[in-house]
T-cell receptor
Framework: DTEVTQTPKHLVMGMTNKKSLKCEQH?????MYWYKQKAKKPPELMFV???????INESVPSRFSPECPNSSLLNLHLHALQPEDSALYLC?????????FGPGTRLLVL | KQEVTQIPAALSVPEGENLVLNCSFT??????LQWFRQDPGKGLTSLLL?????REQTSGRLNASLDKSSGRSTLYIAASQPGDSATYLC????????????FGTGTLLAVQP
C-alpha cells in the first residue's frame, strides 16, 4: 500500500458544527502532516506529528485540533470554524525526506 | 524570511514543446528541494527530489537542476504533452528535526493539443 487516504472528500459545515477529518497511511511512515491550501495558493503547513507526538504547530487557531491515535492515523478535529477556514486540507506522510500527499478534503464553512 | 518564488505564474505551450519552469529561494542554506505536480482540486504528487549536494535529478521526460549558491532550481519538461497540464510547485526544506516544506507560488501549465 503506497498511498495516503483522506476522508471525507468533501465536507460542508456550519460555524457551530463539530466535524473531523481523517487521514490514513500504511507505509510505515512515522511523520505525518496537515496542510491547508486556499484557492490558487501553495499549501501551508499546519501541524507535524513525529512518532505520534506533535512536533510542530504553526500557530494554528485552537478551533483546529489535531490528533494522532496511532502511527497510521491522523485526525483533524474542527469546531466553531469561520468561513475563511474554507480550503483544501491536505495530509501527508514521510519516512525520509519525500513527503507523500493524500488527495485532500475540500472543506466549505457556511 | 525564507521565501520561495516561481516564474512564470502561468504558461501555455503547444504540445511537443520543451519548456522550463523556474524556482528561486531567498535562503540558500537548503537541505533539499522537491518538485511536485498538482492537478486541479487534487493532492500533490512528488516528481523529483534534489539533495543540496546534487546538481540535478532526472525522471523520464523531467529534469530538475539545482544551483544552491544562486538560490535557483529549474524543472525542464521535454516533449510536453496535454497530460502534463497541471500546477507545478517547488518546495524547499531547511533541515532540522522535521521535514518542514516551504512551497513556492506555483506555475500553472497548460499544454495545448
Amino acid at each position: 500500500d503506497t498511498e495516503v487516504t483522506q476522508t471525507p472528500k468533501h465536507l460542508v459545515m456550519g460555524m457551530t458544527n463539530k466535524k473531523s477529518l481523517k487521514c490514513e497511511q500504511h507505509m510505515g511512515h512515522r511523520a505525518m502532516y496537515w496542510y491547508k491550501q486556499k484557492a490558487k495558493k501553495p499549501p501551508e503547513l499546519m501541524f507535524v506529528y513525529s512518532y505520534e507526538k506533535l512536533s510542530i504547530n504553526e500557530s494554528v487557531p485552537s478551533r483546529f485540533s489535531p490528533e494522532c491515535p496511532n502511527s497510521s492515523l491522523l485526525n483533524l478535529h474542527l469546531h466553531a470554524l469561520q468561513p475563511e477556514d474554507s480550503a483544501l486540507y491536505l495530509c501527508a506522510s514521510s519516512r525520509g525526506e519525500t513527503q507523500y500527499f493524500g488527495p485532500g478534503t475540500r472543506l466549505l464553512v457556511l | 524570511k525564507q521565501e520561495v518564488t516561481q516564474i512564470p505564474a502561468a504558461l501555455s505551450v503547444p504540445e511537443g514543446e520543451n519548456l522550463v519552469l523556474n524556482c528561486s529561494f531567498t535562503d540558500s542554506a537548503i537541505y533539499n528541494l522537491q518538485w511536485f505536480r498538482q492537478d486541479p482540486g487534487k493532492g500533490l504528487t512528488s516528481l523529483l527530489l534534489i539533495q543540496s549536494s546534487q546538481r540535478e535529478q532526472t525522471s523520464g521526460r523531467l529534469n530538475a537542476s539545482l544551483d544552491k549558491s544562486s538560490g535557483r532550481s529549474t524543472l525542464y519538461i521535454a516533449a510536453s504533452q496535454p497530460g502534463d497540464s497541471a500546477t507545478y510547485l517547488c518546495a524547499v526544506i531547511y533541515g532540522g528535526a522535521t521535514n518542514k516544506l516551504i512551497f513556492g507560488t506555483g506555475t500553472l501549465l497548460a499544454v495545448q493539443p
